[in-house]
């Protein structure tokens, strides 16, 4: 009776070994793929990063320029219109 339960070790020993193969097997598989798809991914960002310091430089630094050029004359209008406004009331 002692050799059964040596036995029964022995078999759970295998059976763990055979486990512990399949799942590092399964671990590797899944660990290429997602490989894969995280290189995509940096590539993708790389792109997009790229993407947009292209239209940081040529686009955001020309619509700042309007944008400033636009509140100027905002602010010179109103400036004179408010000497318009004070005057039309004295009047």
Do not use: H, N
């Amino acid at each position: 009776m002692e050799w059964f339960s040596q036995l029964v070790i022995v078999i759970f020993g295998l059976a763990a070994t055979v486990a512990l193969i399949i799942f590092t097997v399964l671990g590797v598989v899944c660990y290429l793929r997602v490989r894969k798809i995280l290189d995509s991914v940096k590539t993708t960002t790389k792109t997009v990063e790229e993407i947009t310091k292209t239209v940081d430089a040529e686009l955001a630094g020309p619509l700042g320029q309007v944008v400033s050029i636009v509140r100027g004359l905002r602010e010179g209008l109103g400036f004179f219109s408010s000497f318009r406004g004070k005057k039309k009331k004295k009047g």
